[in-house]
């Protein structure tokens, strides 16, 4: 059981997918038509695969800031595809030394959308996360001085307190882009990872490392977490 800000509420090793379906429209991160649900059915069933319950698909109009941040708190696995980025912050609400407190678009219509801050997501965070893939713009930035996210869900940085750790102990993998990626190259690379993540002995890690094999040029993909744990609940 976890306690949130709405509640006590059962997790059930529980995982959840939300997918920006509005936003994708031509002239704006490419591709569109399909591939949001193309991406999110993968994730789905890949989580499923791997012994997850996970919750019906978030889209469309459901996709909100409030709804994202009421319910993702309960879940052990999160998958998001939508716009993210390292946008500026609010009144720089979380680093004060460059303003930065990055995100991803709730949907709600061509690149426009409320922004879900790691601010927002680290204050009603409640972990541990498992397996947390932003199908996004740059949220896979191995920096914590530009990119939040990683830490808001619960992944710590390294020595260096500024990059994010490759090392961990922990029963957690983070997977993201680097650069902006569309969304025809997403569902190569992601279809690819699936594809071998649920096959047997394989972990995030190794699926990361073939799927970045055949299409990683085009998302230029990251990872942090943990090298040898096997995505399993």
């Avoid at 399909?34 to 999110?40: E, G, Q």
């Amino acid at each position: 059981m976890f306690t949130t800000t709405t509640g006590t509420v059962d997790a059930a090793l529980s995982a959840g997918v939300w997918t920006n379906t509005t936003g994708f429209t031509s002239g704006c991160g490419g591709g569109g038509g399909d591939y949001p649900m193309t991406l999110a059915n993968a994730a789905k069933n890949g989580m499923s695969a791997l012994g997850y319950v996970v919750t019906p698909i978030v889209t469309g109009s459901s996709f909100t800031s409030s709804q994202f941040l009421s319910t993702y708190p309960a879940k052990y696995s999160v998958y998001v595809h939508s716009h993210g980025d390292l946008y500026w912050g609010s009144g720089w609400t979380w680093n004060p030394t460059n303003g930065v407190d990055s995100g991803f678009r709730e949907d709600a219509g061509s690149c426009s959308g409320n922004v879900i801050r790691a601010s927002s997501i680290k204050r009603a965070a409640v972990p541990p996360y498992y397996l947390v893939i932003m199908s996004t713009c740059m949220l896979g930035t191995d920096d914590i001085y530009y990119n939040q996210i990683p830490a808001a869900f619960g992944f710590p940085t390294d020595s260096s307190g500024r990059t994010y750790s490759k090392a961990s102990t922990q029963k957690q993998f983070f997977l993201g882009y680097t650069i902006h990626a569309s969304d025809v190259d997403a569902a190569n690379f992601e279809n690819t990872f699936w594809q071998y993540m649920v096959e047997p002995g394989y972990s995030p890690f190794w699926a990361f490392v073939q799927a970045k094999v055949w299409y990683g040029a085009a998302v230029s993909p990251n990872w942090f977490g943990s090298q040898s744990w096997n995505g399993r609940p």
